[in-house]
């Protein structure tokens, strides 16, 4: 087993984490970046990119990615794919241990291990996934303009979805497991006044159908009691709004986080709550979760290390 010196490790292969790279290897860093279980990230899931600027006819998620991916490596970045398995922030240089068995010791670190968005866990989510099934109503919302769509969740974010869906789509069906809401007041407001979302209280989707694309979905209404219906409903796209997961787990306890597991930083700047080490990206933003936001908070980081480093 090896170990590999560094004085900037980028830890996730997303737009933050090549944004991080592009700005720490032209910045004389010789970064290195694992690239993590997903090369490219979230948008590697979704299909067409429309909303990130510099692309006015779109792009591929996975294209755009490439294109990250390049830029980083063409300024020199040493990119390894691997997942970091552990890590110890409790001093410096900090150590990183690779599924490999090797272990990365680093001056500085760039968290930006992104956040994975909550699946229902049915077998269908896989089958259709980019094929109906989405987690981001605003990367592929456009793409069901006059269509039906369903939107499952009854947080914020669920409603946030179901309006901005509701002014493209011929019809929503918002898809909530208990009886009322938890999103905000206002939210709730919003939904219940936009005549084209149908609210499914009390339901549970079983399964989605459709020859090649989502066509439906198996609904089943108050299950477990003597109410219990199964119905269908006919959609061409199913949106999941459940919540997302911060990739946070080897840092826990190392690291402030809040109560859901994002890593605390100082905003503006990436700093996290151990002087070194910084945090770029969905991994810290349980707020905005676009793209453009993670790479300018990847570009932070890697000035933020920068600085550190030259100060230390
Ligand atoms: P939340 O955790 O607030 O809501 C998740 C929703 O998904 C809940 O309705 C929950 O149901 C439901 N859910 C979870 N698991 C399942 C499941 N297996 N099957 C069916 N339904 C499920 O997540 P959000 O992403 O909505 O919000 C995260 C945070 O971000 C919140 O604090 C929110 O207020 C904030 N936010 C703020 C916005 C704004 O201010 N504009 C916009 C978006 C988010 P149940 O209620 O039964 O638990």
Same mark, same amino acid.
């Given at each position: 087993?090896?170990? @590999?010196?560094? !004085?900037? &490790? @980028?830890?996730?292969?997303?737009?933050?984490?090549?944004?991080?790279?592009?700005?720490?290897?032209?910045?004389?860093?010789?970064?290195?970046? /694992?690239?993590?279980?997903?090369? *490219?990230?979230?948008?590697?899931?979704?299909?067409?990119?429309?909303?990130?600027? *510099?692309?006015?006819?779109?792009?591929?998620?996975?294209?755009?990615?490439?294109?990250? !991916?390049?830029?980083?490596?063409?300024?020199?970045? %040493?990119?390894? =794919? *691997?997942? /970091?398995?552990?890590? %110890?922030?409790?001093?410096?240089?900090?150590? =990183?241990?690779?599924?490999?068995?090797?272990?990365?010791?680093?001056?500085?670190?760039? @968290?930006?291990?992104? #956040?994975? #968005?909550?699946?229902?866990?049915l077998p269908d989510e896989q089958k259709y996934m980019g094929m109906g099934v989405s #987690?981001?109503?605003?990367?592929d919302?456009?793409f069901y303009?006059?269509r039906t769509v369903a939107?499952? *969740?009854?947080?914020?974010?669920?409603?946030?979805?179901?309006?901005? =869906?509701?002014?493209?789509?011929?019809?929503?069906y918002?898809?909530?497991?208990?009886?009322?809401?938890?999103?905000?007041?206002?939210?709730? !407001?919003?939904? $219940?006044?936009?005549?084209?979302? +149908?609210?499914?209280?009390?339901?549970?989707t079983k399964g989605l159908f459709g020859e090649d694309v989502v066509e439906g979905a198996h609904i089943?209404?108050?299950?477990?009691?003597?109410?219990? +219906?199964?119905?269908d409903i006919a959609i061409d796209g199913f949106f999941?709004? /459940?919540?997302? $997961?911060?990739? $946070?787990?080897?840092? +826990?306890?190392?690291?402030?986080?809040?109560?859901?597991?994002?890593? #605390?930083?100082?905003?503006?700047?990436?700093?996290?709550?151990?002087?070194?080490?910084?945090?770029?990206? %969905?991994?810290? %933003?349980? @707020?905005?979760?676009?793209?453009?936001?993670?790479?300018?908070?990847?570009? !932070? &980081?890697?000035?933020?290390?920068?600085?550190?480093?030259?100060?230390?």
């Amino acid at each position: 087993m090896s170990e @590999i010196i560094t !004085r900037c &490790a @980028i830890i996730g292969g997303g737009p933050a984490g090549y944004t991080a790279a592009i700005y720490a290897s032209r910045a004389n860093l010789s970064p290195l970046l /694992i690239e993590g279980m997903q090369p *490219g990230g979230q948008l590697t899931t979704t299909t067409e990119v429309e909303n990130f600027p *510099g692309y006015p006819q779109g792009v591929s998620g996975p294209q755009m990615m490439e294109e990250f !991916r390049l830029q980083a490596q063409r300024f020199g970045t %040493d990119i390894r =794919l *691997g997942v /970091i398995t552990a890590a %110890d922030l409790s001093q410096r240089p900090f150590r =990183l241990t690779l599924d490999s068995g090797d272990t990365i010791v680093a001056d500085s670190v760039i @968290i930006a291990t992104g #956040a994975s #968005a909550r699946y229902l866990g049915l077998p269908d989510e896989q089958k259709y996934m980019g094929m109906g099934v989405s #987690a981001c109503a605003t990367c592929d919302g456009f793409f069901y303009r006059n269509r039906t769509v369903a939107v499952v *969740g009854g947080g914020d974010t669920a409603c946030e979805e179901a309006v901005y =869906l509701s002014s493209l789509a011929k019809e929503v069906y918002l898809i909530v497991r208990k009886p009322f809401l938890r999103a905000s007041k206002v939210m709730q !407001r919003r939904v $219940t006044e936009t005549a084209n979302i +149908k609210i499914l209280y009390n339901c549970n989707t079983k399964g989605l159908f459709g020859e090649d694309v989502v066509e439906g979905a198996h609904i089943v209404e108050n299950a477990g009691t003597p109410e219990e +219906k199964h119905f269908d409903i006919a959609i061409d796209g199913f949106f999941l709004a /459940i919540g997302h $997961t911060p990739n $946070t787990g080897i840092f +826990k306890g190392q690291l402030d986080m809040n109560n859901e597991g994002y890593i #605390a930083v100082e905003s503006p700047t990436t700093r996290t709550s151990v002087p070194g080490v910084f945090a770029a990206g %969905d991994v810290s %933003d349980p @707020i905005y979760r676009q793209a453009v936001n993670a790479a300018a908070s990847g570009c !932070r &980081a890697a000035m933020d290390a920068e600085r550190f480093l030259l100060e230390d």
